[in-house]
Every structure is written in C-alpha cells, then in structure tokens.
C-alpha cells in the first residue's frame, strides 16, 4: 500500500490545511515534489505537519504583483484559488537548519476562507469534492494520448540537446508520465496553474503537448516540425 492509498474519499481528507505559496510550482495526484525548506514560517509549518497528519497544501500566488509583493516584503499575496494537497513522504535535516522533504500529491482543492491562525504560516479550509476523482490511481489515464507526447517530447530533447531515461519512460504509466512532465516542465507559473486545473488527465497531456509545441515555433520557427 503506497504512502496515499490510504486516501479513498474527501471524507479522508481534513476540512483545514496549511498552505505552502510557490510560484511555479505545482503538485499533482501521485506525483512528487521535492523542497528545499528554509525560511523559518515554513521549518514550523513543515515541523507542525509531521507531528500531524503531514499533509501540506501547495498553491501558488495569484499574478505577478502578488508573487513580488511576497518576495520584496513578505506581504500575504493573493492565491489562485486551486490548489493541491500533497503528504511529506521524506524528510531530512541539515546541518544549516534546512529541511530537505518530498511532497506525494494526493488530490486537488479550492481555497476556502481562510483561518485566523496564530501560525506564522497560513491556514485555510478547503473543499476537496470538485476533484474527488484524483483519489482513484489512474483515473482516465486510459484516454491519454501517449504517442504524441511521446513524440513532442523527444524532438524538445533533441532541440535542447537533452537526454532522457527512456527505459524508465517505457515503463511509466501513462498518469505518472503526464503528471511528471508537467511537474517539471519549464513554463511559467500561469502555465503550470493551467496544467494543475486541467480537467481530465488528457487535457493536461493535450495542454502540455500544446506548449511545447509552441515553444519549439518561438525557438526556431522555420525549422521546427510541428504537426
């Protein structure tokens, strides 16, 4: 039994959970994320969700001013408003006081209100039903259409000059080959937030095939065979 098997309907799951703000980051179902924790808001959060039941919610901030208005001064940035859960499967301590720690995705949310906590870090309710399916392992990944990804994402390799582990993309699902491409996909933060809100898993597939897609036109636009 995995580490979020355990995880079967949004009545598994708490009605209130701290937030991490990130831009361009997103989590997804089953997927992982590594982070690399130092701020000390954080070091408490991730410290109060160990002793707990170690889920963390990560969301990123809501536009380009609320992102730099986070960083300059440490002000609360607005949020878009989905979001997803992801429980701490590893962590280790350094000898600097960072914490080093991988978050599993387990299933999307929208931001509720948020809580008037007394934490450093920031609380709030959230409703998990609009994406009650990301709880089944798989789901719609029957529908995905492997061989075009498959296909975009070599000629983006050979583009950059990039090599991949193709035996392990053989082998991988076709849930953990979207969702782990998205993850670490070099687009922006509105992109990764459109990637995280796609509907269906082949909306996310045809999303990312469509972005890379574009950025190969922009990188070289009379030599890149798109079809």
Request: with cysteine; glycine share 8%.
């Amino acid at each position: 039994m995995s580490f979020t098997d355990r995880y079967r309907t949004t009545a598994d799951l708490p009605g209130t959970i701290p937030v991490f703000p990130l831009a361009g980051a997103i989590l997804l179902p089953r997927g992982q994320l590594p982070l690399n924790i130092f701020e000390p808001r954080y070091l408490k959060m991730i410290d109060d969700a160990i002793r707990g039941d170690r889920i963390v919610g990560m969301v990123q901030p809501d536009g380009d001013e609320a992102i730099l208005a986070s960083q300059i001064d440490g002000r609360k940035p607005p949020l878009c408003a989905t979001g997803c859960a992801g429980r701490v499967t590893s962590f280790a301590e350094t000898g600097d006081g960072r914490m080093v720690i991988t978050l599993t995705g387990i299933c999307r949310f929208v931001l509720g209100p948020e809580l008037p906590a007394m934490t450093p870090y920031r609380q709030f309710e959230v409703d998990w039903d609009a994406f009650a399916d990301d709880l089944t392992p798989g789901h719609g990944q029957d529908e995905v259409s492997r061989e075009r990804l498959l296909e975009i994402l070599k000629e983006y390799l050979d583009t950059h000059g990039l090599q991949a582990d193709w035996r392990a993309i053989k082998l991988s699902s076709n849930e953990t080959l979207v969702n782990s491409l998205c993850t670490i996909s070099p687009y922006g933060p509105r992109e990764k937030q459109a990637l995280l809100e796609a509907k269906t898993l082949e909306d996310r597939n045809q999303m990312l095939i469509a972005l890379t897609e574009q950025a190969l036109r922009e990188l070289s636009p009379g030599d890149a065979t798109v079809q």
